[in-house]
């Protein structure tokens, strides 16, 4: 089946404009994760949903980022107030369940903040 | 210091040749250890998986746990120009903890034709 996708794959803003990015996993996955990755960097955990269950929210870095998850489908991450740090390819991913490691990744959002 | 070190390269090699790519970790928690593979502009991808100490071998690739030095590596036999693109190791506690896997920065292989 498909795998996990994210929208839009590129995104160029300004500083202080909000961005939304979506991500939609796979079909069945009731896990689902967001990660940043910075150039050269490796993968920044951000927040991690889990079913119904209240999300991890410990990753996030600051106020300005938030995001929501409708049941066990699609997600999306916003970030308000974008500042030029904030620049950075968002990966979701998905897994089957919360104790399995496997994690399926999308092809990411580049964030590029002007 | 970081809980999971990676060289991040880049490293060049021969069509052909061995690649020994390694991380090294702070966590002696640690217990389930992965190798990503991440091609340019493309989300990673899960390439070995193991549990504890050892070695586990799937064609061409070897992955190596030392948990005694908190030292793994992932070996490349007969390297292929394919293979060319960043690897990032991953590690876990348990599998229910919710943050779930710590990465590594990646390394950055190509392999020359």
């Known amino acids: 089946g498909a795998g996990v996708s994210q929208s839009p794959s590129n995104k160029v803003t300004e500083k202080g404009k909000d961005v939304e990015l979506r991500c939609d996993p796979i079909?069945?996955?009731?896990?689902l994760y967001w990660y940043r990755q910075r150039l050269g960097q490796g993968l920044e955990f951000l927040i991690y949903?889990?079913?119904?269950?209240?999300?991890?929210k410990s990753g996030l870095p600051s106020d300005r980022f938030s995001a929501e998850r409708t049941g066990e489908s699609v997600s999306t991450l916003t970030i308000q107030r974008t500042q030029q740090e904030d620049s950075a390819v968002y990966l979701c991913?998905?897994?089957?369940?919360?104790?399995?490691?496997?994690?399926?990744f999308g092809p990411g959002t580049r964030l590029t903040v002007l | 210091q970081k809980e999971v070190e990676q060289d991040p390269g880049p490293l060049s090699v021969p069509e052909g040749a061995i690649v020994s790519l390694n991380c090294t970790y702070s966590?002696?928690?640690?217990?389930?250890f992965m190798w990503y593979r991440q091609y340019s502009r493309k989300g990673p991808e899960l390439l070995m998986y193991t549990y504890s100490s050892g070695n586990k071998e799937d064609g061409r690739f070897t992955a190596q746990v030392d948990k005694s030095s908190k030292y793994i590596s992932l070996f490349i036999r007969d390297s292929q120009p394919s293979d060319s693109a960043t690897y990032l190791c991953a590690m876990s506690t348990l599998p229910g903890s919710a943050r779930q896997l710590t990465f590594g920065s990646g390394t950055q292989l190509t392999v020359l034709p």
């Open positions: 949903f889990q079913g119904n269950s209240a999300p991890d």
């Open positions: 966590n002696s928690a640690f217990q389930y």
């Open positions: 079909s069945g996955h009731t896990a």
């Open positions: 991913a998905s897994s089957l369940a919360r104790g399995n490691l496997e994690q399926f």
